[in-house]
């Protein structure tokens, strides 16, 4: 029984930990996204072709698209500059969620509006919010405490 306690002890403690999980699943499975957007070029070729438009609109958000997901998703999973990687990919997503997926509807069988408006609704979560304790961000932006700033033996 005091393991388990323990458990629950160490877990309370470490809440913030579960925050910063969620981070580093969503940065990877953007970067997949990505990944697997830039490896499927008959899906880019299909996307610029089926545009009335001129061909640089549709490749610039192709680029926008691949680079906010890889890079993004990475900075995401690493927690280094949280906000600005969360913020570059909610256009996508927000274009992804109202424009593409909501015409399928909640009772579709492919869950594709349900899971774009999550992955949404936690890019805005950690735009506003920053990353966790355990990111690049609180090591790099965390600021020595009053006492290290005193010089030894005053």
Known sequence: MRPLKDLYTWLDAHRLLGYDLIRMYLGVALFVRGWLFVADSSRIMAFVEGQNLDWFLPMAAVHYVALAHLAGGLMLAAG????????????????????????????????????????????????????G??????????RPSAQRLEPQGA
């Open 133 to 142: 304790p355990y990111s690049l961000d609180a090591r790099i932006l965390s």
């Open 80 to 131: 280094l500059l949280t906000r600005l990687a969360a913020l570059a990919q909610v256009p996508i997503l927000f274009v992804a969620t109202f424009l593409l997926h909501l015409q399928e509807g909640l009772l579709s069988t492919s869950q594709s509006l349900e899971l774009s408006a999550l992955v949404l609704f936690l890019l805005v979560v950690y735009s506003v919010f920053g990353a």
